[in-house]
């Protein structure tokens, strides 16, 4: 199974429908599209990694609006942005990989579930993103919990 997952503070999973829908190339600029029809507006910033580099993406990315397209860039071509931009955009991205990983654990379960059919294997991808999700949003409340107001 083929799976899109997408960073926006929370993880976002998508199932392909069929081997070629989530294709690195295709993904870079699709999940700028699914952002727009979640958030009704284009990302200011947006990093991916360089399976999905090319002047096409770029060229689709700036007609989307986003300003700062931090697509890694394949052989020794140089990045599109710069200086601390370039850093969070690069830092964005291992952000994502590390939640990757994280919902691969057995903790998720992602990886190698117990399910029978394709279907049940779907739930189980989205209850791994689900778990996460819900994970970091009450470590979030947890820390929000400790400020102190002062003023």
Known sequence: MNWGIERGGFLL???AK???ELMDSRLTV?????????FGKSPTSYAYDRAGSSEKNVFALKGLGVSHVGL???GRAKWRVRGRVKNRLISERAQVEGGIGAIKSGKYGLNRPAAKSAAAMGA???RAVLGF???KL???LAERRKLALVG
């Open 138 to 140: 009450m470590n979030g």
């Open 72 to 74: 890694a860039p394949r």
């Open 18 to 20: 069929d081997k070629l």
């Open 124 to 126: 189980c991808g989205q």
């Open 133 to 135: 999700n819900m994970n």
């Open 30 to 38: 699709r999940a700028v599209r699914d952002h727009q029809a979640l």
């Open 13 to 15: 999973a998508t199932l």
